[in-house]
């Protein structure tokens, strides 16, 4: 608003001075033109006069009389030319024409401007001519330009008053135009750009829809541009959410082989412990089964001796039963260290789930415990052995998990042409960091003495014999469910 006023001002100013310049110059060409004339027709009328200086003076007296502005007339006569030059001067004062005799040099001049000690500012006209008697002679006019001056200066005023009053009018009109209309929008579409600045891009600066004004433009253009972003921004969001789905996949399926790369570790490391097992076990086996041949071979002897008395006689088939069951036992020891190789004959589900639940079960856990059994009637190919080794094991670690008592229940069915087999309890269940480890061999949360940590590690061994799987599902506090599914043996294959 300064800047624009400063500016008019200037400008106006400008205008002014030129305006008055320009005026007081035409004023005074129109003065020098008059002038000029007057000298011309004055040297024409002082050749009528003739030579007589009273005449001469007369006329020169009424030609200053009769123009307003004449200040001096002055004639200079022939026999004054040259170096003393005489001439008579009619010259006007207050008290009237005064007439003077005068000396100086003759030249044309066609109107020169001079300052007059009397009169100030004034246009000198000199006419040079020759006089009645064919004598040269030269007129001098002088012409004041105060009337030209008080002219200008009248002018100026006007001009002055004329360029403030234009002046205020158009700052207040360029005010009003400015802040009512163009800083109201220019706000508004500034406070739409501040927006979209702090990241609200669901803004729109005010403006109508068609034509209007170049701010009306410049708005519709921001609108558009902000249109332009929001889908682009869209469009961004969109790439970034597929990106981060994609890498979301990725990491899940990398997360997912590490799994399988640590549990294969896991699986080699529990393998290579239950070699190392298999070979305790079989140097065991091996110097255990010495002294039970021997054991054996003695009560052999003991039984063919006549004179042993009754009670003896009678115990000595029950040592020898005892010794065959452990021979056995070792037997079998050594047979599943080695590997399992799985012999597949048909069996009846029902007397294995029987059989496990018999064994494991002693009358105590009986008491605290409730048993379901659900077991298919049906008849499959699979090996007994393996099958009985898994229900033993998952049935005794579902009792071990309830000590206080609970609900076991046992399935063995055929689904299609899976066996599947399910041990649930009600018991501790387990926390993941324990889940995640319990088919390691060696691996147990049981006291000394309690547990080895090699059934479920076993258990995983047979499932994979079997060519199935083993999962478990458990909730802390709410119990587990282990599930063993594996395919029923073809006739043709066993
Ligand atoms: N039904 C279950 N409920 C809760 N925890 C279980 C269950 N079954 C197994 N576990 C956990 O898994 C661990 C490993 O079981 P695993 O059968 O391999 O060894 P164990 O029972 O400790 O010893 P072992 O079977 O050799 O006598 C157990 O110590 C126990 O912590
Ligand atoms: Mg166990």
Known sequence: MLLFAAVLAATLLVAIVLGLRIAQRSVEDEIRKR?????????????????????????LAATVRKHRGLMRVELARQAALGIDADFTAARITPNGILFSRWRGPATRVAGEVVDDPDSGRALRVVAPFNDARGGRARLVLLASLAEAERLVAAERRALL??????????????????????????????????????????????????????????????????????GFNAELTHKIEEATAELTRKNRDLEELNELLVDAR?????????????????????????????????????????????????????????????????????????GFTPAA?????????????????????????????????????????????????????????????????????????????????????MPPEVKRHIFEAFYTTKPNGKGTGLGLAI????????????????????????????????AHTA
């Open 345 to 429: 004959e048909p069996v009846q589900l029902a007397p294995l789930v029987d059989e496990a639940i018999d064994l494991t079960l002693g009358t105590e856990a009986r008491a605290k415990i409730q048993v379901a059994r659900e077991v298919d009637g049906a008849e499959v190919r699979t090996d007994p052995g393996l099958v009985r080794h898994l229900l033993t094991n998952l049935v005794a670690n579902a009792v071990d998990a309830m000590p206080n008592g609970g609900r076991l229940e046992v399935q063995a069915r055929q689904e299609g042409r899976d066996v599947v087999l399910r041990v649930t309890d009600t018991g501790s269940g």
């Open 161 to 230: 008053e004329v360029a403030v009053g234009a002046s205020l009018f158009l700052v207040i009109a360029f005010w009003i135009l400015l802040g009512r209309i163009l800083i109201r929008r220019v706000s508004a579409l500034q406070l739409a750009m501040r927006a979209v600045e702090g990241g609200l891009l669901d803004v729109k600066a005010p403006g109508p829809a068609q034509g209007g004004d170049e701010l009306a433009y410049l708005a519709r253009g921001f609108n558009q541009m902000l249109t332009q972003i929001r």
């Open 266 to 338: 896991r699986d080699l490391t529990s393998k290579e412990r239950l070699a190392a097992l298999g070979q305790l076990a079989g140097t065991i086996a091996h110097e255990l089964g010495n002294p039970l041949n021997a054991l054996n071979g003695h009560l052999q002897l003991l039984a063919r001796r006549p004179d042993l008395p009754d009670p003896a006689r009678q115990q000595v088939p029950v040592l020898q039963g005892e010794v065959q069951r452990m021979t056995q036992i070792i037997r079998r020891f050594l047979d599943q260290t080695r």
């Open 459 to 490: 258990c995983k061994e047979i499932a994979r014999a079997l060519k199935g799987r083993i999962d478990v599902d458990s909730e802390p506090g709410k119990g587990s469910a282990f599930t063993v599914r594996f395919p029923v043996t073809d």
């Open 35 to 59: 002038t000029s004339e007057l000298a011309s027709a004055t040297t024409l009328a002082l050749k009528r006069v003739g030579t007589d200086d009273d005449q001469l003076s007369e006329e």
